[in-house]
């Protein structure tokens, strides 16, 4: 590990000011990084390395930033590598001579891609030595890679992802000895984790930005011979968060802040129309006591919690166009009169989805409203009976290239939120507030747009007669939020206890359903023999980064759901479980088949228990002996959640909190989630 420090603090020797950061650079910190897991640690590595970027190559900051927190653009930019683990292996055996069946049975034995690329390349004989890789160097190739479409696209990744293999390592001196040191500061690993999605480093893109904002403040004060205090420190990352919350787009703040400063983003970055935001998200409850007992002494108001998919609309007038962030001109829509566009619940873009809410979008503003960003529900409508129909119709729409002529299931918009007009972010006001200006900016038009119903009530009997109302108009249940006050701010990004939801079908269940990750599967038995009979799933721990198993499942779905399922996972089926999935390691215990992290599903369960067979929470503490995960018993499947990426799965911490409060009520602070 000295020796590796004392290589991270040499600036590299073909690291000159104004040069391009070499690769190999980034990745003796990853490797750094890599040899602990404590937190302030790796914080320091990062920094330290950005600050070396400011000073060197700031030009490089931001591609640095991406490679760093294993992203290529933004989510709303909807660039994906779009390669699995048989593209990838087919890269290593190409680009180092070796056969896939030998590339094969190294992934069966060491379980790590990345690593099996460093084997295949200690054993080949440098012919030539290609050029270094650098950073905007590799973040191009990396790009090239996810923008490749048309005929024989998929020949064409490999052959792209084989240059920057072929580069990858040319200028490391001697072998690298993989037992001891994890690879070492191998770049094709990391090119390889990269491809794969996952560093695995422990490095959460949280821990990135506080390293961004200790990097810019030291770097900053530096110039005039400075160093930065604690409080200038927490100041600086404090800020950064915030302004990161309103508009999560490193490609628009890393430059504003590598131009003028990070204290003057405040000023700089704002809530955008453009950009879109992660959105404030619901914690679950299962008795109308539970909502009664958390907003003791405060006011609250209930909405109908309509079942459909979350979409947050941004537009300005052609007058305004200014004011919209056009990174991603693909997103972006002609409304009549203005641009518009249509984010999903992760930030991707919806607007091809939804053709006929942008031709429509117009009609429905009033005189004055100028720009917005508005957050609501698009519900499937029966426009001869006038109601809104279920979820499953919805999902029949297709999800791109719509045109409006071919729409045959009708949406409605429901608003229940307002998150800027007119120029200003509106976030710190009350949702009171908020809703005024909502009612006062638009124009309901029947089937098309309307607000959310709400009813302010207090009493537990008003509230059940509202929840007996909403089931009646086909909605899920209730969302209760704190109406008044600083708390009833909109909290981008957050699960927040100031929004509560109830759903009908978990009064005293167990609250809510969970969102699992399928990774893998049981041969079918008797009439099920054609396709898989069972599967094992996982939620998600973001601070391990890894998915902890939950759960066997095999009810709840139709004989055409799976046969849909295993057409669609039979695709993505693994040799041998990633490495970063925690499951018992009982030979009774393993599934036929294991699949890539790729689908997340709906599922229903009557309560939680404690099992040894299955990781889930074990990391949180349920069990005092550590041994036993948590597990639901009778799950049943509900859907697939195409709105959700494996990452925003059901947490193993929402797992654990759900099982707690198997007893008690919600307490505790607001966590951070999808963040
Ligand atoms: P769920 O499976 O319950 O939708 P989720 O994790 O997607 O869970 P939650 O915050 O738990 O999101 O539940 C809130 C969701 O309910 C929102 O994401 C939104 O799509 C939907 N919704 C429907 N009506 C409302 C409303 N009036 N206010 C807020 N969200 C609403």
Not at 292 to 303: G, I, K, V
Not at 348 to 357: F, H, N, T, V
Not at 406 to 421: E, P
Request: aromatic share 8%; proline share 5%; hydrophobic share 35%.
């Amino acid at each position: 590990q000295t020796k590796l420090e004392a290589k991270a603090k040499d600036p590299y020797p073909d690291w000159k000011a104004g040069t391009p950061v070499p690769y190999a650079a980034l990745c003796t910190t990853f490797s750094l990084i890599e040899l602990t897991t404590k937190r302030l640690i790796i914080t320091e590595h990062c920094a330290l390395f950005l600050r070396q970027v400011l000073r060197l190559t700031p030009e490089d900051f931001l591609p640095t930033v991406l490679l760093m927190i294993n992203k290529l653009a933004p989510d709303y930019a909807g660039i994906e590598l779009g390669i699995g683990e048989s593209l990838i292996m087919k890269a290593i055996g190409e680009t180092t001579g070796r056969s896939l069946q030998v590339i094969k049975a190294d992934q069966k034995e060491i379980g790590d891609l990345g690593l099996v690329a460093v084997k295949s390349r200690s054993t080949q004989p440098t012919m030539f030595k290609p050029k270094p890789l650098t950073v905007r160097g590799v973040h191009k190739g990396l790009m090239d890679v996810a923008t490749v479409t048309g005929n024989g696209a998929q020949a064409r990744k490999v052959d792209l992802i084989k240059k920057l293999l072929s580069a990858a390592d040319a200028h490391s001196t001697g072998r690298v000895d993989i037992s001891k040191d994890k690879g070492g500061p191998s770049e094709a690993k990391y090119l390889v984790r990269f491809l794969e999605g996952k560093l695995r480093l422990g490095l959460a893109e949280k821990t990135v930005l506080v390293s961004i904002a200790q990097a810019v403040i030291s770097h900053e004060l530096e110039q005039s011979g400075k160093a930065p205090t604690t409080t200038q420190m927490e100041e600086a990352e404090a800020l950064l968060k915030s302004v990161y919350s309103e508009l999560p787009s490193w490609d628009v703040i890393i430059p504003a802040m590598v131009k003028d400063g990070i204290m003057n983003l405040k000023d700089t970055c704002k809530l955008r129309p453009g950009v879109p935001l992660k959105p404030m998200l619901a914690k679950p409850t299962k008795a109308i006591t539970e909502v009664l007992d958390r907003f003791e002494n405060q006011t609250f108001t209930c909405e109908y919690k309509y079942d459909g998919e979350r979409a947050q609309i941004h537009y300005v007038t052609k007058d305004r166009a200014d004011d919209y962030i056009d990174t991603v001109p693909s997103a972006t829509k002609e409304a009549a009169k203005g641009v518009a566009s249509i984010f999903s619940r992760n930030s991707e873009d919806l607007s091809k989805k939804y053709p006929d809410i942008l031709a429509k979008l117009d009609t429905w503003i009033k005189e004055g409203t100028k720009s917005f960003v508005l957050d609501c529900e698009t519900v499937a409508w029966d426009v001869m009976e006038k109601k809104v129909l279920p979820f499953q119709q919805l999902m029949t729409r297709k999800k791109k290239d719509v045109k409006v002529e071919d729409v045959k299931v009708k949406v409605c918009v429901f608003a229940f939120d307002l998150l800027y007009l007119n120029g200003a972010a509106v976030v710190e006001k009350s949702l009171r507030e908020r809703r005024e200006l909502l009612y006062k900016a638009f124009n309901p038009v029947e089937g098309e747009f309307a607000f959310a119903t709400h009813m302010n009530g207090q009493e537990l009997d008003e509230i059940q007669v509202f929840l007996d109302e909403s089931v009646k108009a086909s909605c899920e249940g209730l969302m209760v939020k704190m109406l008044d006050g600083l708390e009833s701010g909109y909290e981008p990004s957050k699960r927040s206890r100031n929004w509560l939801k109830i759903k009908k079908d978990y009064l005293s269940g167990v609250g809510d359903s969970l969102d699992l990750v399928v990774l893998g599967a049981y041969h079918g038995k008797g009439k099920r023999t054609s396709v898989y009979g069972a599967f094992l799933l996982a939620c998600y721990n973001a601070a391990s980064d890894t998915y902890e198993t939950v759960c066997n499942i095999g009810t709840g779905f139709s004989e055409q759901v799976l046969e849909d399922l295993h057409k669609q996972l039979s695709e993505i089926v693994i040799d041998r479980p990633k490495p970063f999935y925690s499951h018992s390691s009982g030979g009774q215990h393993q599934p036929d088949v294991w699949f890539e992290p790729r689908y997340v599903w709906e599922i229903k369960t009557a309560d939680l228990t404690l099992s040894p067979r299955y990781k889930a929470g074990c990391k949180e503490g349920v069990d005092p002996s550590g041994d036993k995960g948590i597990s639901l018993r009778f799950p049943r499947f509900i859907k697939i959640r195409d709105d959700k990426k494996p990452d925003e799965a059901t947490s193993s911490r929402q797992v654990a909190e759900m099982y707690r409060k198997q007893e008690s009520v919600t307490k505790g602070p607001s966590v951070d989630d999808d963040f």
